[in-house]
């Protein structure tokens, strides 16, 4: 594969990678199965192995985890800091 090829072909699937990761973990809706999005990942390290030059800090085969917004996840309840503080007392 020619390098222009490549270059083009690695910011799609960057930018790919990108939207079916934010459809998964930001607005839990899928576009594609976890076998093709996992397809679409190792063809990118694929490419960006053979053309080193063409890696990036900021590509997908970088990131560990979602980027999920701190707003996002909804906390189940708290206790109070005086049963708080009888847990920790407690043996166990």
């Known amino acids: 594969m020619e390098k222009e090829t490549a270059r083009k072909r690695i910011l799609e ?16 809706a899928p576009a594609i199965s976890d076998f093709e999005f996992d397809t679409l990942m190792r063809e990118l390290e694929d490419l960006e ?12 085969t970088h990131k560990v985890g979602s980027d999920l917004e701190s707003g996002s996840v909804e906390s ?4 109070s800091d005086k049963k708080q503080q009888g847990f920790i007392q407690r043996p166990h």
Do not use: C, M, Q
């Not at 192995?49 to 997908?60: G, Q, V």
């Open 76 to 79: 189940a309840g708290t206790i």
């Open 13 to 28: 699937l960057r930018s790919l990678l990108e939207d079916y990761s934010r459809r998964y973990y930001v607005n839990n």
């Open 49 to 60: 192995k053979e053309f080193p030059e063409l890696d990036s800090a900021d590509s997908p």
